[in-house]
C-alpha cells in the first residue's frame, strides 16, 4: 500500500483544511486508517482513525470536535477536516495504515505516506 498526502499549506488561526490520502495498492478496505502528526522537536503524535469500514472513529482529545476524519473506499480515500485551526496544530501531518484494528499507535501501522506541512499563523 503506498499513501500519499495532499492538502496542506499556510492558513490563519481559526481557518479549515481538508488533507487527502490517496492509496493504491489492493485490499484498501481491509485497513483502518489513521492521521497523526509531527512538529519540530516532538515526537509523532496520534490524531485520528477511522476503521475499515468508516463506522467506528477515535480522536486525539486535542482534535475532539474540531477536527473529522472519514474515507471514500470507492475512492481509495482518507480525509482529515480540521475546523478552527489552532497555531499548536502546526506539524507535519502524516496517514497511516494499519491491518485490521485501529492503529492509533506509531508501531501499529503498517504504511506510512510523506507527509504533509500544515501551517497556522497566529
Known amino acids: 500500500v503506498q499513501l500519499v498526502e495532499s492538502g496542506g499549506g499556510l492558513v490563519q488561526a481559526g481557518g479549515s483544511l481538508r488533507l487527502s490520502c490517496a492509496a493504491s495498492?489492493?485490499?484498501?478496505?481491509?485497513?483502518?486508517f489513521s492521521w497523526f502528526r509531527q512538529a519540530p522537536g516532538k515526537e509523532r503524535e496520534f490524531v485520528a482513525a477511522v476503521s475499515w469500514n468508516g463506522i467506528g472513529t477515535h480522536y486525539a482529545d486535542s482534535a475532539k470536535d474540531r477536527f473529522t476524519i472519514s474515507r471514500d473506499n470507492a475512492k481509495s480515500s482518507v480525509y482529515l477536516q480540521m475546523n478552527n485551526l489552532k497555531p499548536e496544530d502546526t506539524a507535519v501531518y502524516y496517514c497511516a495504515a494499519a491491518l485490521g484494528n485501529l492503529g492509533t499507535r506509531v508501531n501499529e501501522n503498517d504504511y506510512w505516506g510523506q507527509g504533509t506541512q500544515v501551517t497556522v499563523s497566529s
Open positions: 495498492g489492493r485490499s484498501f478496505s481491509s485497513y483502518a
